[in-house]
């Protein structure tokens, strides 16, 4: 996402200051890092002297998915919550008005198996996040909100699940799952029979409505939250829209149900306040995210699909494996350390 907004907004003239640890490494900025200004360094522990000459922050870090905020709930507190509302304290003690929060629609989950609960849900809709990531996003919602005032306008938009090409390119969203299963399996699963809904989202939609946030009169958005989605999808009828797209480059794929798996997320939601109150409407299509995908892939060399790096929970994982030997042998290639030599023996 992060590499996308970047893109955009270089496009429309904006001087571009990005925060970042690099936990993906620097593959996801190759084509803009020549042309941004790259802060190596924590969300939650930062300098503050990176908001000079800052007039917009987006706050689009900490960690990005339901695993991964499992895998390690006090971190993902920490990164979702805790650093958002560090980072919006600081933002209106240097003067940095505009603050847009990437949040989650997955706040208005409502499980399946309950058909009076599937409705269309809005922005006043009551929601009860349970999962540690949709709290730990909703939990940040509150904080802000509450900051709100002449001196601070905070800015919530709550995406649908992204999908797309990125050059940091992820391969744990729905639709881009589906295409790396058809190119390498040439079959499309679907967990639960496909019974889910899902609000979706162009990565490149998402970052143009971050923008129209960054664009927008203070009035109009100060305390806003918006709901960002293409549209709503039940992922059996996703799996055709992906499976239409392929066979129109040539590629046929195969769809299977498999009803062995219990822990899904269901829910639709409307998209139509942020169109009403600042004309703003997603215009990317699956079908066509879908065979941009496939070329991009192709001219990007994306295609060693099992490597952990376009998944977030298996390079966490990787990354801490990684660490803990290197806690042990020191640097890789350099000769090792007495106090490494010790440990050894």
């Known amino acids: 996402m992060g590499a996308v907004l970047a893109e955009e ?25 020549d042309r941004v ?9 930062f300098d503050p002297a990176v908001l000079e ?40 003690t240097h003067g940095v008005k505009r ?8 706040i208005y989950d409502r499980g399946v198996g309950d058909a009076e609960a599937d409705v269309i849900q809005d922005e006043t809709s009551e929601v009860a996040p349970k999962a540690a990531y949709s709290s730990s996003k909703y939990e940040a919602e509150r904080i802000l909100l509450g900051m709100a005032d002449e001196r601070f306008c905070p800015v919530i938009l709550r995406k649908g699940t992204v999908f797309g090409f990125s050059p940091r390119m992820r391969y744990d969203l729905v639709v881009n799952t589906f295409v790396k299963d058809a190119l390498t399996k040439r079959v499309l699963t679907l967990h639960y029979g496909g019974e889910m809904w899902r609000p979706l989202v162009n990565v490149r939609d998402a970052a143009r409505a971050y923008i129209a946030c960054i664009q927008a009169e203070e009035s109009a958005v100060r305390g806003g939250i918006f709901n960002i989605s293409h549209g709503n999808y039940r992922i059996s009828e996703l799996a055709l829209r992906v499976r239409a797209a392929l ?14 798996y219990r822990g899904v997320r269901s829910y ?3 998209a139509r306040k942020i169109e009403r109150v600042l004309g703003f409407r997603p ?29 977030n929970i ?23 350390s007495v106090v490494a030599e010790e440990v050894a023996v």
């Open 314 to 336: 298996r390079w966490m994982r990787l990354l801490e494996e990684a660490q803990e030997i290197v806690q042990v042998t020191g640097s890789v290639f350099e000769a090792a």
């Open 247 to 260: 066979q129109g480059i040539g590629i046929d794929v195969d769809i299977r149900p498999d009803y062995g």
């Open 53 to 92: 000459a800052v007039d917009a922050v987006v706050n689009i870090g900490g960690l990005s998915n339901d695993p991964t905020a499992e895998y390690n709930p006090r971190a993902n507190y920490e990164m979702n919550t805790l650093a958002t509302q560090r980072l919006a304290e600081l933002c209106k």
């Open 283 to 311: 215009v990317v299509t699956v079908e066509e995210s879908v065979q941009d995908m496939v070329r991009k892939i192709e001219q990007y060399g994306y295609t060693d699909f099992d490597n952990p790096r376009y998944y």
């Open 9 to 33: 907004l270089l496009a429309r003239g904006y001087a571009v200051r990005i925060l970042d640890r690099l936990y993906y490494g620097r593959q996801g900025l190759q084509d803009v890092e």
């Open 268 to 270: 639709r939601v409307s």
């Open 37 to 45: 200004e790259l802060v190596v360094d924590d969300m939650r522990t």
């Open 99 to 106: 603050f847009i929060f990437g949040s989650t629609c997955s």
